[in-house]
């Protein structure tokens, strides 16, 4: 059991539409105050086994109606999310530390989209006729069978509903990882898609440790798909076991991507831009962390943006006027204040923050890192917090050169007013989404996934259901 402030969710393992309980169990603290909310159990072999052999006898039932047969439940189990809203909102908030005031507005209205959307689009898109070849080719899109789905502490209810609406829209059964360190808002969906008359069976949910539920989860020879969202490093363990039984995976991992503003852009907004990545305490996969500066106009943008950073507040995340919640775990915090030490020591200045916030243990102040070497760590690796770095570029070339520079490939934001220069640049860019004077606008409809280790597989609108179906064709004779 899970008990945040008035609301108490039942946090066992869900299988088969009953509670089941684990001998052990992992303690479950809020990252605000670290005091402990409850527990969840530390899920097994056999507990896996038995949460896929309920999906497995679910499965048919759930294939066969059908996407009419299965819109009625999925748009109610969209409708009990807003009516929840509140609730989910709250736990979401004290379990991961995110702004309370931003899933009131944004997360929980777009978690009920993310499945109302896969609802709808599987009425007109499950199936497709060629009729011009020498057969009639019948395009079928068959579900696939049981998926696992693995979700990390960061944002879990945007991440998790992002693969269930998805998932069984085209007819499949799932096994959800949540993760163990932000297990509420997932055992909450738990209990409102029973409410919302999901079958028994169609959504259970394993707890636990990764490397011990999720692993006996990833090397499940009757898991039909995996989809992961979290680390390279698990991506790895993950691509690996599923190689054994050669299990389609669909990786989101993580990035590091570039924020490039020219001379000619609008420096106000893409100040506020950028003061905007320290969004959820910067632990975000997609947030542009490297801000690349025309050497033109970056001590003016510089100014501007800094006049947006000093201001941020930095505290509990329950309260309006916090911008900055906490970090997930002490362990993360030491290892966000390892990344600025080390890029102070070798030279680097941090011109905003550059220290833990005296706000508690696991605070840490937006910082701003300028004199950075291209190969340093702070600019190459992932540092999942508050920490943006700050470099210049003379030209074009020098800008796309910089931008593509890392392992990742998840997502860049361009500043500029000269369209000619979006379209150039744009194209050069390596990474699976750049956006132009914006950041963040994400269409259902249109395609997501990362280049090079930021990603395998391409997820959103039809390529969704690309990944989560057999794509069969049915091919007829005139
Ligand atoms: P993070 O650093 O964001 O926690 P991880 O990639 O470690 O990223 O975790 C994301 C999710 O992957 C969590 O739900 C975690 O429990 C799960 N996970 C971690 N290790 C494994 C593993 N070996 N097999 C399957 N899932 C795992």
Redesign the pocket.
Known sequence: MIKIDHIQIASDHLIGGRYVPSDSTIDVFSPIDETVTGAVPDGDDAIVDEAIRAAREAFNDWAKAGPAGRHKSLLKFAALIRENADDLALVECVDNGGLLKALRARVIERSAQNIEFFANLALELLGEVIAGGPNVDNVRYEPAGVCAL?????APLMLTTWKIGPALAAGNTIVI?????APASCALLGQLAAQAGLPDGVVNIVHG???KS??A??EHPGVDRIS????P???R??AT?AAAHLTPVSLELGGKSPLVVFRNADLDKAAATIAHQYFNAGQVCLAGTRVLADAATAEDLLARTLNHVERLIVGDPRLPDTDIGPLISREQAARVDGFVRRAVEAGAVAVAGGAPSDAGPLYYEPTLIRDVRQDSEIVQNEVFGPVLTWQTFVNEDEAVALANDTKYGLAASLWTNDSDQAHRVGSEIRAGTVWVNSFFVRNLAAPFGGFGESGVGIEGGRWSFDFYCNVKNLSVNK
């Open positions: 693995i979700t990390p502490w960061n990882k949540p993760p163990e360190l440790r990764g490397a999720g692993q989860l990833i992961f969202t979290g680390s490093e698990t991506g363990i993950i076991a």
